[in-house]
């Protein structure tokens, strides 16, 4: 055993997620293991070095916007995966499918008569101030009353092993294509291992999604029109628009491809002519899709697009609205929504939270500032928010006036120990802090990714994962013990 793989005297201060207290490789972790002991540190480093190169020949980058700039990166990946078994995945999937019909439920509920608000179950005043409700959805009934079509929730293990719930993303979650490209990059890298155990695949999610989205269609057809709708190569997530496009043999549009016509219908300009479009799934913020309804100075989105769906004469997925329910104030309700709608318990419990918004909540969360994380309700990609334990105590004061100032905005929770996993660095294998975002189709029998994106701090000790602050990605391994994965 080279002293790069020398697992005994690997070491991590919570939860790991491949390796066990007692140095051992756990169950779903022993094959890989093994293997990675029966590298030597060159060849590791050729290992790493190759899917750093698979990375850059394939074009997998994301963009990070700094100092008034769109610079294209290489999305920093890291070659030893993390494993999960089975039997573990299999009630993480039935939390996540209970969690997005419930939410979807809700969102449903919100546009329509509110029985959840009439009933007390969640408070109206937090629709009042909510900046992603749309008031020019009420009333309008998708097909099927699903609205968030594609969630991507975010899963954190806290170092007793508990998973919960850390966020939902309902308006345009994104990262689907990193995993898919991370398992292609780790074949290529550790061939031999797939051979030997049993890993189950991701690489169904381009077609289960193309099959939800053709199922939306409002005209009965073999062959819908479906476009994916995107801001343009700026976006920071462009990469993955133009690859899922590819993989669906969808087309990759922007608001100038596409005009509403007299009849309120969206049709797509093409040498050919007009083309009707059926289904749009768009990648594009809701306060910019139609300049008619939203922003009128939007040149992103397409005038009379709101006029066409409401007319159920083309879908969108996810809906305009469904980010009522990505909020993360919103979140603290998500269990008592499964309770409501579903008369269950929520089988993957949530982060015990603190709205601000309440007054006993508030001065905790102040007086305790110190301890806590205190987010903005909307924000993503780790913006805006304070982790206690280690900002200034010039950060606490400011963030605190801020929140006084604003209570509805905000919510607390406990600092967790976030469980790590084994991570190739320039000094070695050290344990470095993750999350998991899966991916989860809503229909009829909702569909679960096997796994997901497993986002992963690339600096020591940091909580932060978000590509957008500096972390980065593993492929992740759903290993079925039962069927030789051991």
């Known amino acids: 055993m080279t002293e790069l793989t020398n697992w005994a005297r690997y070491r991590s201060s919570t939860y790991d997620e491949l390796i066990g207290p007692d140095g051992k490789p756990r169950p779903a972790a022993r094959a890989l293991t093994a293997y990675l002991s029966g590298l030597t540190a060159a060849e590791l480093a050729d290992r790493r070095l190759a899917a750093e190169l698979a990375i850059k020949s394939l074009g997998i980058t994301f963009t990070v916007y700094s100092e008034g700039r769109n610079v294209d990166r290489a999305f920093p990946f890291d070659v030893i995966p993390r494993t999960i078994e089975r039997s573990e995945w299999d009630r993480t999937e039935a939390g996540l499918k209970q969690r997005v019909t419930a939410l979807n439920c809700f969102i449903a509920d919100i546009y329509g008569k509110q029985h959840i608000v009439r009933d007390g179950i969640f408070p109206g005043e937090l629709l009042e101030k909510s900046v992603n409700f749309r008031p020019q959805c009420v009333g309008v009934r998708p097909a099927g009353d699903i609205w968030a079509h594609i969630c991507g929730s975010d899963l954190v293990r806290d170092s007793d092993g508990t998973i919960y719930v850390l966020e939902d993303n309902l308006r345009v979650p994104s990262g689907v294509s990193y995993m898919l490209e991370n398992r292609m990059v780790n074949k290529r890298v550790f061939p031999e291992i797939f051979e030997s155990s049993t890993i189950l695949p991701v690489d169904a999610y381009p077609a289960e999604l193309y099959d939800m989205l053709a199922n939306l269609s409002p005209r009965p057809a073999d062959q819908p029109v479906i476009g994916l709708l995107t801001p343009g190569i700026f ?252």
């Open 235 to 486: 976006n920071s997530a462009y990469f993955e628009h133009c690859y899922l496009a590819l993989q669906m043999g969808v087309e990759l549009v922007e608001g100038p491809d596409l005009f509403v016509g007299d009849d309120d219908c969206c049709y797509m300009r093409t040498i050919y002519g007009p083309q009707r479009v059926d289904v749009l799934y768009r990648r594009i913020d809701d306060l910019f899709i139609d300049p008619e309804v939203f922003h009128p100075d939007s040149v992103l989105g397409v005038p009379g697009l709101m006029r066409a769906w409401r007319a159920g004469n083309v879908a969108l997925a996810n809906a305009p609205g469904a980010g009522v329910a990505d909020d993360k104030v919103v979140y603290a309700y998500v269990p008592e929504m499964i309770r409501y709608y579903l008369q269950q318990d929520a089988i993957l419990p949530n982060v015990p939270s603190y709205l601000c918004m309440r007054e006993d909540d508030r001065r905790y969360v102040l007086d305790h500032i110190d301890e806590l994380v205190i987010k903005p309700a909307n924000e993503s990609g780790g913006y805006g928010m304070l982790i206690g334990p280690r900002a200034t105590k010039a950060e606490r004061a400011a963030f605190a006036e801020r929140l006084r100032a604003d209570p509805r905005n905000y919510m607390a929770q406990p600092t967790l120990a976030i469980s790590t996993a084994p991570t190739l660095t320039d000094d070695g294998i050290e344990p470095r802090h993750l999350d998991l975002r899966p991916f989860i189709l809503a229909r009829e029998e909702p569909y679960v990714t096997t796994g997901g994106l497993t986002r992963v701090a690339m600096t020591k000790d940091s909580l932060v994962v978000n590509s957008s602050q500096g972390g980065g990605a593993k492929d992740t391994w759903v290993v079925d013990l039962d069927d030789g994965g051991n």
